[in-house]
């Protein structure tokens, strides 16, 4: 039986913070800014990630130890935790909410678990590399219908698996170009994009239209035209999309691309003040927070959609990793991994409301994406 200060709290109200240093997560409320559990004991959370259940009651936590924890936010304990790797690198959960699915990097391929009790459902191995080991997984993100798509970056492909059958999963893979690092899904499910590490451009899948297979867009897209050193990977998923429009972080490049999502070409290009690492779309889509890479991270500039300009620069701390909204954009959270603090802003008037004490913290995750296609 759960006590009444457990059941005062819904879980609509909660996130995850990642405590990268310590193995530690910090759970949150946002509605008023507070830390309301630390849980320990969680192995290896570098480039650590979390989704959450379709009813927002658990959270699934991917270790680069290749642990997944599942974490019971009613009752703010660990429910269970599951070795399924030795490398992992993040997960999805079904459109239906039924499977939670991780991507590994080592022994590559991807393993489907049944949500609530994490039972293994599916192992589906990935193609192998030019080394004959199996390929590393990355950008796994779930599509309508039980369906999850995915890149492997040593095979240098796209694919695509329908777990709707688990007796007979389903896997068909494309050539998407060399070595893709990271992928993304848009909002609304249809578009998956894969960025690619070993040549300029973007690998491109309409899943409104699958026979078209997978292409190329972007070509302009990457290290440009001369080599630039690159300090840091931008994150796809940190891609923002605000109405038409895509803001893609310039690979080494001090500018922010935006793009025409109803042609894929690109329109124009924000000047920022470093490396942009992740852009983000306030939910409204009127504004895009963005965050750089060393040694310009510890700065936040936020850029207008409508004038194409940046409009507010803030110093939240030092080394800048993450930053996420609140379900309606009233709030964003950041991440000061060298501050030791997760500072959140007023979206409206720009000022700091709350500085939260975190070790060293990364990811920060609520639970309404548990609502969002590909996160």
Not at 38 to 64: I, K, M, N, T
Not at 216 to 221: C, F, N, R, S, T
Not at 346 to 356: F, G, I, M, P, Y
Request: glycine share 10%; with cysteine.
């Amino acid at each position: 039986m759960l006590g009444a200060s457990v059941l005062a709290l819904p879980t609509g109200d909660l996130g995850v913070v990642i405590e990268r240093a310590t193995g530690s997560v910090l759970l949150v409320a946002h509605s008023q800014p507070r830390i309301i559990k630390r849980l320990e004991g969680l192995g290896d959370l570098s480039h650590a990630s979390v989704v959450f259940s379709r009813d927002q009651r658990y959270a699934y936590l991917f270790g680069r130890d290749g642990a997944l924890t599942q974490i019971d936010l009613l009752t703010q304990q660990v429910k269970k935790r599951v070795a399924q790797a030795t490398n992992s690198i993040g997960g999805a959960v079904s459109s239906d909410g039924k499977l939670v699915v991780a991507q590994n990097y080592a022994p590559g391929g991807i393993k489907a678990f049944d949500a609530e009790t994490l039972a293994l459902v599916a192992d589906i191995p990935a193609q192998p590399g030019a080394t004959g080991a199996p390929s590393k997984v990355v950008g796994l993100a779930d599509l309508p219908g039980r369906r999850f798509a995915y890149a492997l970056f040593d095979a240098n492909a796209l694919c695509l698996t329908d777990l709707s059958n688990l007796a007979q999963p389903k896997t068909e893979c494309h050539l998407a170009g060399k070595q893709p690092y990271d992928g993304l899904v848009s909002n609304d499910g249809r578009f998956y994009l894969a960025g690619l590490f070993g040549e300029d451009g973007i690998a491109f899948y309409d899943d409104l239209y699958p026979e078209r297979g997978v292409q190329k867009i972007l070509a302009g897209y990457g290290r440009g035209e001369q080599p630039l050193p690159v300090y840091k990977m931008p994150h796809l998923r940190g891609w923002a999309v605000a109405g038409d429009f895509a803001f893609l972080p310039a690979i080494g490049r001090h500018e922010v691309l935006v793009v025409d999502t109803r042609t894929w070409q690109e329109v124009g290009r924000v000047p920022v003040k470093g490396q942009p690492v992740f852009a983000v779309a306030r939910p409204d889509g009127r504004e895009v927070w963005v965050n750089f890479a060393f040694p310009d991270n510890g700065w936040v500039q936020v850029i207008d959609r409508k004038t194409l300009a940046v409009t507010h620069t803030f110093s939240p701390g030092e080394a800048v990793l993450h930053l996420e909204f609140t379900p309606k954009g009233d709030q964003v959270w950041v991440s000061a991994r060298d501050s030791n603090a997760v500072v959140v802003y007023d979206t409206s008037t720009k000022t700091e409301v709350a500085r939260l004490p975190a070790r060293a913290p990364s990811g920060i995750f609520f639970t309404y994406l548990a609502a969002l296609f590909g996160r």
